[in-house]
Antibody
Framework: EVQLLESGGGLVQPGGSLRLSCVAS????????MSWVRQAPGKGLEWVST????????YHADSVKGRFTSSRDNSKNIVYLQMNSLRVEDTAVYYC??????????????WGQGTLVTVSS | SSELTQDPAVSVALGQTVRITCQGD??????VSWYQQKPGQAPILVIY???NRPSGIPDRFSGSNSGITASLTITGAQAEDEADYYC?????????FGGGTKLTVL
């Protein structure tokens, strides 16, 4: 059974930093791309980042580029999201998701339960 | 950048058929995927690729694509299908989601 478990969320002041973690199990972690997706309170889903299976390639949404960094440790089956220079508008539930592909079209086939990040003074 | 456009809300009578649509230029090049999200829960994948359902998704869910319009059809909607539904694809910037459609089952 695939499981994704996020942690690290909490309350942080604007300009602060936070690191989220996602522990994966139930599949061959090192063979799969992983993503972060967030959802602001009462709003829709927003893609944040994707990491290749090796972690050698990372992609970030323009809204977080230069502030957020994604990485992974394939020896521990963990993916990280380092969030710096946080803004009020970064307040959201952050989901870790397994990224898979049908031909060249990607999709998110498993999601964690999410961790809430609140940016407020 | 491209966008994916969904109707904010749709309703259906119990047991009837409903179609939820999503418009986007990216469908010319990429397949759409669809996600169901119930209040307080994480999204779950219901359709991906040409018209593929993950294990455990009932066969009343199906997907189709015509030009720039993708559709999620629920044939014989059940009370438990009441949820938010999001379409997803990608453009040159990366993955993207539609704004979501709130489905009410009457």
């Amino acid at each position: 059974e695939v499981q994704l478990l996020e942690s690290g969320g909490g309350l942080v002041q604007p300009g602060g930093s936070l690191r989220l973690s996602c522990v994966a199990s139930g599949f061959t972690f090192s063979s799969n791309a992983m993503s972060w997706v967030r959802q602001a309170p009462g709003k829709g889903l927003e893609w944040v980042s994707t990491l290749s299976d090796s972690g050698g390639s990372t992609y970030h949404a323009d809204s977080v580029k230069g502030r957020f960094t994604s990485s992974r440790d394939n020896s521990k089956n963990i993916v990280y999201l380092q969030m710096n220079s946080l803004r009020v508008e970064d307040t959201a539930v952050y989901y870790c998701a397994k990224r898979d592909f049908y031909e060249t079209s990607g999709y998110f086939n498993y999601w964690g339960q999410g961790t809430l990040v609140t940016v407020s003074s | 950048s491209s966008e994916l456009t969904q109707d904010p809300a749709v309703s259906v009578a119990l047991g009837q058929t409903v179609r939820i649509t999503c418009q986007g230029d990216s469908f010319r090049n990429y397949y759409v995927s669809w996600y169901q999200q119930k209040p307080g829960q994480a999204p779950i994948l219901v359709i991906y690729g040409k018209n593929n359902r993950p294990s455990g998704i009932p066969d009343r869910f199906s997907g189709s694509n015509s030009g720039i319009t993708a559709s999620l059809t629920i044939t014989g909607a059940q009370a438990e299908d009441e949820a938010d539904y999001y379409c997803s694809s990608r453009d040159s910037s990366g993955p993207m989601f539609g704004g979501g459609t709130k489905l009410t089952v009457l």
